[in-house]
T-cell receptor, first 111, second 113 residues
Framework: KNEVEQSPQNLTAQEGEFITINCSYSVGISALHWLQQHPGGGIVSLFMLSSGKKKHGRLIATINIQEKHSSLHITASHPRDSAVYICAVSSKDNYGQNFVFGPGTRLSVLP | DTEVTQTPKHLVMGMTNKKSLKCEQHMGHRAMYWYKQKAKKPPELMFVYSYEKLSINESVPSRFSPECPNSSLLNLHLHALQPEDSALYLC????????????FGDGTRLSIL
């Protein structure tokens, strides 16, 4: 069993739809990160969470520490949101020095 | 534009060549990272530098040799690579190693002939 799992693996949506990507983890964490990777390769850090909820523009991230679960929501989705979304955790082992990555969710938003 | 700059963007080399990948950041970050990413897989951590000292080496083969000459610069020296080493190599930096968001470069796409 992977330490960080994501669902769905692939997601296709129509422009304007509300999107949810889920992440569950089995290790003790000091923080959870949501990352976005476009086809060109570069990775952008979207959120770092240790509790509660954060919002940035059309993106909302939540985390439930007791249930070891996080969600990334995209409201009013747009074709430019098409990317791979990666959940990563800073494991409590190694004092949170390194990320444990989930497998990623490939999102395509159609116009 | 990313704040972490990686050069070159693409590199093709033979198995007997020696080349280097370069990563630079001017955000005053004291932690820097090298990752390897194969197609349709998440990144895999290779090395972590903290205050210019190697902090983590994830059992990477010695044909990959990292170097951190100063707090802004991180190199990855390559020698005698294998075809399976073809991948996207990503550099990242963070303010320090513990519980910080990481800023990633766009990567160097490496092909070994």
């Amino acid at each position: 069993k992977n330490e960080v799992e994501q669902s769905p693996q692939n997601l296709t949506a129509q422009e304007g739809e509300f999107i949810t990507i889920n992440c569950s983890y089995s290790v003790g964490i000091s923080a959870l990160h949501w990352l976005q990777q476009h086809p060109g390769g570069g990775i952008v850090s979207l959120f770092m969470l240790s509790s509660g909820k954060k919002k940035h523009g059309r993106l909302i991230a939540t985390i439930n520490i007791q249930e070891k679960h996080s969600s990334l929501h995209i409201t009013a989705s747009h074709p430019r949101d098409s990317a791979v979304y990666i959940c990563a955790v800073s494991s409590k082992d190694n004092y949170g020095q390194n990320f444990v990555f989930g497998p990623g969710t490939r999102l395509s938003v159609l116009p | 534009d990313t704040e972490v700059t990686q050069t070159p963007k693409h590199l093709v080399m033979g198995m007997t060549n020696k080349k280097s990948l370069k990563c630079e950041q001017h955000m005053g970050h004291r932690a820097m990272y090298w990752y390897k990413q194969k197609a349709k897989k998440p990144p895999e951590l290779m090395f972590v530098y903290s205050y210019e000292k190697l902090s983590i080496n994830e059992s990477v083969p010695s044909r990959f040799s990292p170097e951190c000459p100063n707090s802004s610069l991180l190199n990855l020296h390559l020698h005698a690579l294998q075809p399976e080493d073809s991948a996207l190599y990503l550099c990242a930096s963070s303010q320090w190693v513990v519980n910080q968001p990481q800023h990633f470069g766009d990567g160097t796409r490496l092909s070994i002939l």
